[in-house]
C-alpha cells in the first residue's frame, strides 16, 4: 500500500481526503494548523488505523508522526502552567512532546476516553520528572547533571535484572564507560540534594540529639489502601457482572485460577487472560486519573 495511490476525493483545511475503498489515510499538509475538533476526530481516524499497521513500515511513521504534530497543541498548553520557568520553555516543550509520543505509542482507542485526557497526565508527568531530575541544590557540570540520570536509568534497569544494587564495576560495564567516571557520577550525585533528614537537628555533642526524621510522622500503610480502594471503586462499577465476580473470586475468595475456571465453566488459562485483561483496564484507569 502506497500514499501515492490514494484518489482524493476533497480538501478540507489542509487535509486531502481519500476514497473509503482504498482505505487510505488522508493526507494532511500542515497538522499544526488544523482546528482543534478536526484534529481530535482526524486523531481517532489515525489511531484506528495505526492499530492495523505494522510497525516500521512507511504508512506506519507517517499515521505516528501525524498524530504527533496533530497533537502538538496538548504539549504547548501543559507549557503553560509552567510559564513561570520561561527560560525554559524551550526544554519543557521538549521534554513534553516525549510525553506525548509515549501517549501516543500507549493508547488504545478502546480506553472509551477522549486522547488529551489520556495524554494530559503523560505530558505533565514527563515535564514534572524533567525538573525532579535537572533540579540541583549545588552547581555541578552539566556533564555530571546528564550522568546522574543516566546512572539512575541504569541502576533501574539492572536491580531488576540482578535483584540487588548494581556494584560500580558493573554499572561501568552496562554504560560503556570507566569505573573512574561512574564514581565521578556517583560524587556529583550528592549534590542534588541540600542535606539529609538524618541530620541531627543539635549541633550539642549530646548523643541523643534528635534528627529532622526523629520528628517526622511515619506513612499510614491503612490511608494508601483507603485511598486505593476509594479509586478503585468507580472503575470496577463500570466493569460487567462476570468481571466483578471474577475479581471477587481471586482477591476476596482468593481462589485460584483453576477453582474459578471450575466455577465458571471455562480454563484455567482463559481465567488467565481474563483477570490480566480485567486488571490491566483497572491500572490504566487509575493511570488515567492520576
Known amino acids: 500500500m502506497s500514499m501515492a495511490t490514494a484518489v482524493p476525493t476533497g480538501t478540507t483545511r489542509g487535509v486531502t481526503e481519500t476514497a473509503p475503498a482504498e482505505r487510505e489515510l488522508p493526507y494532511v499538509a500542515n497538522p499544526s494548523e488544523v482546528a482543534p475538533k478536526d484534529a481530535r476526530e482526524l486523531s481517532r ?8 499497521l505494522e510497525e516500521g513500515t512507511h504508512e506506519y511513521q507517517y499515521a505516528r508522526n501525524t498524530l504527533i504534530e496533530l ?4 504539549v504547548k498548553y501543559a507549557a503553560t ?10 526544554d519543557i516543550v521538549q521534554v513534553g512532546t516525549i510525553g506525548l509520543i509515549k501517549a501516543i505509542d500507549r493508547f488504545e482507542l478502546t480506553r472509551e476516553v ?20 535537572t ?30 544494587a548494581p556494584t560500580t564495576s558493573e554499572l561501568a560495564a552496562y554504560l560503556d564507560m570507566e569505573e573512574d567516571e561512574i564514581v565521578e557520577g556517583l560524587v556529583a550525585s550528592n549534590g ?6 538524618d541530620i541531627p537537628l543539635d549541633d550539642g555533642a549530646d548523643s541523643g540529639a534528635q534528627t529532622l526524621a526523629d520528628r517526622l510522622g511515619d506513612t499510614d500503610a491503612d490511608m494508601e489502601i483507603v485511598e486505593n480502594v476509594q479509586a ?4 470496577i462499577d463500570e466493569l460487567d457482572e462476570r468481571d466483578r465476580r471474577i475479581l471477587s473470586m481471586r482477591y476476596g475468595a482468593e481462589m485460584t485460577q483453576s477453582q474459578i475456571g471450575a466455577e465458571l465453566g471455562v480454563s484455567q488459562m ?7 485483561r480485567i486488571t490491566k483496564r483497572l491500572r490504566e484507569g487509575l493511570l488515567v486519573q492520576e
Open 45 to 52: 481516524l489515525f489511531f484506528a488505523r495505526l492499530a492495523v
Open 71 to 74: 497533537n502538538l497543541a496538548l
Open 81 to 90: 502552567r509552567f510559564r513561570n520557568r520561561a527560560d525554559q520553555m524551550e
Open 114 to 133: 477522549e486522547f488529551a485526557t489520556f495524554a494530559m497526565p503523560c505530558i505533565v508527568g514527563e515535564i514534572k520528572r524533567f525538573f525532579r531530575d
Open 135 to 164: 533540579s540541583w541544590s549545588v552547581h555541578v557540570p552539566r556533564r555530571l547533571q546528564e550522568l546522574r540520570i543516566d546512572l539512575a536509568k541504569a541502576s533501574d534497569v539492572l536491580f531488576q535484572q540482578l535483584d540487588r
Open 192 to 197: 542534588y540534594t541540600a542535606g539529609s533528614i
Open 232 to 235: 478503585l471503586k468507580p472503575l
Open 270 to 276: 482463559q481465567v488467565s487472560r481474563l483477570l490480566t
